[in-house]
């Protein structure tokens, strides 16, 4: 059975940082896309970046381009997301997802909220 757990959500204060991690298990990530999603209440999941295991090519949505880095564990089966300087629009529930081109797996969110 495929799992993707997220941990590493909180409270944190504008300008803060925080590093989720999605430990996988049941698949090999080296075989998918990784990538970290986000949805904010009441508004549509978005793409936040992503990650090739096979030769470490990252993405960034524009929002979080230089504050945001996306990085992967093949060895543990893991991948991380360190947020800096985040701000109060970064408030959401993020997912992490891998992708191939036969499957499509989520976790079950972690809950990220900046305050001011």
């Known amino acids: 059975e495929v799992q993707l757990v997220e941990s590493g959500g909180g409270l944190v204060q504008t300008g803060g940082s925080l590093r989720l991690s999605c430990a996988a298990s049941g698949l090999t990530l080296y075989d998918y896309a990784i990538g970290w999603f986000r949805q904010a209440p009441g508004k549509k999941r978005e793409g936040v970046s992503c990650?090739?295991?096979?030769?470490?090519?990252?993405f960034y949505a524009d929002s979080v381009k230089g504050r945001f880095t996306i990085s992967s564990d093949n060895a543990k089966n893991m991948v991380f997301l360190q947020m800096n300087s985040l701000k109060l629009e970064d408030t959401a529930v993020y997912y992490c997802n891998c992708k191939s081109w036969m499957y499509d797996y989520w976790g079950q969110g972690t809950q990220v909220t900046v305050s001011s």
């Open positions: 990650i090739s295991s096979s030769d470490g090519s990252t």
